[in-house]
């Protein structure tokens, strides 16, 4: 058993976290903080979990790595540029599934989040939160940063085909769609107001994502060309699942089932990753509450451009799931602990 | 005055029909039909209805004919072949939104729906049901042939584009989203079933939908170059709304602005089509139970591309309200005339 | 013609007012008042409606009586206890959807609203904004007080029963589901944040909701015995309606269709309020959008309740569509005027 | 490990059946039954579950008799009636969630379910599958009769009051409000067809459900006095969850107070009801995919009736988790085992 904290422990997050690792066999919550709700109980909180009694807790870096191995951080970009180093320093493992250290390169943090980042050394250090891809690194990282979800279902889906040479990298065109649980629990906008995202579905961030150089930097890890990415996210009327459709452009005449076949090829032995049969088009409803990922490709009839489809839960391979697996990746356990419940269908 | 008939009464476009005719003061619906509930009245059907005592009756054409100068067809596929050339030999004027005439191109017909057209002279004859580009053939038309909902999202999106040759029309990249209404009434799939559909996204038709040709249609009359498109829809769950994201690829570094003023200049007198001021982007709940249509247009940062978003209702501009404002032209109205009710906002 | 004033016209109820007046054929919206965006067009906060290039303006109780003949009061409880006086002593007749001025008896102000009404006298002038049951009044009042929304379906439900003494007065179960529009459009409360309200159902206000001393008044009115009224709202996941569901004892042994003729009497001549045929029961999908109120009544097999159902537009027949019936009494129209056109079905 | 067969694996109750006890670490699933996909495996008919392999098989009661232990059957009513006694006769316990058994009183079918009960006997000895309220007979249970949604909520609210002798058995009034998924997944009726419900409530069944008779049962059980129970169910545009009100009379002026005492002293030690703190009214959403039920009660200001709200998931504990816990108290395990994961919220 280890000692985990969760910082930021009632957002959507923050919550998905404390379900999963709830009945985690190895882990042991030991200590959950909140900004909003200091000195209640969970269970007040969240009154569907009335048999979690623990206090939320502030913030307190030194009570935290006194008392845990592994913090998983789930609060806003940002917020978390201060507390990473201090945890680290006092030997706590830390995955953050906010943008502080997503990004490799310091530059883009002025750009994209509008401040300068204070330990470009971190995000040399940090690694991917992605296991299909990273899991020999994050065996022994310190720090994971987690990916934001459209990233996650982004990577999974296209970082086969570019690494495989199957797609041209500068032509990918990518179109999300999200449930409105993206958008957190303490954003109170009039854009997620029920009566406002209910029956409606609309463009937003067009051409400008914050999730948009995060997958960038992914993809050109894979090759040398240069990358190009179209995106734009869309909300639709649904609470969670993010559902990405890629219009690609295969090298060399490359068919649909080529394609497939380097997708099968790189998650043949994958657990969460799972690659649809042809003419099967993946449902985000398989994903929720799940730490799974579908995906399925075909091909465009008038222009042979390849369509490949990734549908996952925003709040689960695209967050806290992500963070269980990777945390079992450090712990050195089966991947899937604590992660093996399918999705309630319907 | 005229008399009209709606063939097709009780599907979702009927009953749009019906609702939107009701109050419609140069039009008295004289002749309301339906497959499955002959013999009884709309209000015993749609309860909704109370006031509209009037009996369902059998498909006659003679009686059509003699009683109604325009038929108004909202039935499947195929099923208008035959009833058309009989209304139209006695003289009665049509608006099909069956895909029956919609393809120039009669071979498209075995390829697309399974079946050799038998009236490819009627083919040529039919107009597009859209009167912000065909008004001056539709006022004098027999036979309107009203568009698909994708169709109509698209080429109102693209056209201008195309024509004024500001985009490759051989790059379009076509992403749609679409509420569960446009499934029709009559299809009880186990996909449409409200448990499926709820809480869900996923992809259909991939690379290969029935909408699909008529939009090359419409795009390749306007160049000389080759359209090529490809498109996947999507089913999100809301009851009405199309949503249709568009990358495109400028011609000669052409700017989002330039884009814009194109569709500005195209559409500055529609009462129907609005373009949206820079960073403001279409819902489809904006549109629902009404014909109007929301355009707008950005960049995308990464490639450049331009990103280009098509807002309406599949039930309103892309049927019902389509066919209700080609009536109009038909009768020399204006084109608002009974169309005038803005969206139930929220 | 005359020249209207909406004050707080950016409210779902506000807006549901421009939607409606906005091709009314006798009024002119002269005065378009917003707290939150004075100075902004409504085209540039609602851009659904692009026509509507009108300004906000501050609330300026002397510009809207020298412009306006009647003044639309939609702002939430208490606001317009101000306003109304001034109104009203300009000349300029308001109808009041607020709860300013709904109860007659001023001591249950500080009971339910807690504040002392400055104006006791304006509570005994005030008339109810039903006008199926108080249209003599409200054709001459200077100040109509239009109803909750839960309590516009509670009367044209039950009153006809407590008139004719078919029911126990003091014995009345009234069960509401309300969508979520209801909250109105500016209390951001976590409750409505779309992932909360999604996909769930449960109760607020059990046994004390502010709609209780308002239909207490209204039933009690009609019979010397002591009313009594059980009630429970409910919120679920839908945007627009009311349906409220009523078990009650029928006196001496009535039977449904007892109490059916009593409200097929009641209600036979007018246009807004359908009893439907017995066993056909109401959804508020019929009614979004419209005016319309739908009933049903049916006995309970095992303990001989009548159970009655009302379903209405908690924006419509409940708001903003009880308004504008209530200015064409006032005006001396056909209370249809503005208001034909039926729900957007499905 | 014990082997199970789910005769109807492919219904909403079955999929759920599988979900739980995939995970279950004393059941293998040894028979998976099908009518409409014999021969298919699970994950052709659930792309969701891409690792469940088995093939489904016809109907075979030798075979099931022969390979399993348990039987847990989901199919619609009356399809049960000749399979139990084959399977009890062969040693196989069964639990049968169909109404096949429900009733105690045999004369009870040929009135609610219109066919002669083939089996009096098997009335007489099944045990109703609730199992905070049967467990000791459950124990050693040939055939548990689960029940149906509704009366799980019910009994589960009512039974401690009725019991204690704290309200009028005689003047119940329960109002209740269910997802859609309650309708199964077989029943394509144009009512659950998305468009038709979304965005829509309504009642149904009114005054005469079939529920009603097995609610007045398990109450009557309780009390010398005659029950009587007024019951209205309704339909919510929700997937999952059942919510239900009950407005009773307390005896004696009984507080509600002493009815929240007679609730915690029943249902202290059960790991699967919880009562919620005064002024805290449960959510449906709390319950999703879970075999909890939440109840909370309080006053009505008008009557002084007591208000009673219980929540829970219609296929967890109304169905398929009610399931997984009696085969749990029949195989002498910990009532939770399978059963731990809360909901994932939002």
Known sequence: MVNVAIIGATGYGGVELIRLLGSHPEVNLAYLHSESYVGQRVCDVCPHLPWVKAELRPLDPEAVARECQYALLSVPAGKTLELVPKLLDQGVRVIDVSPSFRLRDPTLYPEWYKFEHPHPELLAEAVTGIPEWHRERIVSARLVAATGCYTAAALLALAPLVADGLIEPADIVLDGKTGVS?????????????PEADEDASAYSVGGHRHLPEMLQGLQALTPSKVGLAFAPHLVPMTRGILLTAYLAPTGGAAAETLRASLARRYQDELFVHLLPSGVWPHTKWTAGTNHCFLAVGTDRSTGRAVLV?????????????????LNVMLGL????????????P
């Open 182 to 194: 993206g958008a957190g629990r303490t954003s109170l906008k009039l854009a997620y107001h029920y």
């Open 334 to 345: 089966p991947e899937t602990t604590g992660l093996g419940m399918p999705a309630a269908y």
């Open 310 to 326: 990734s549908a996952l839960d925003n709040l689960g391979k695209g967050m806290a799931g992500q963070m269980v697996q990777c």
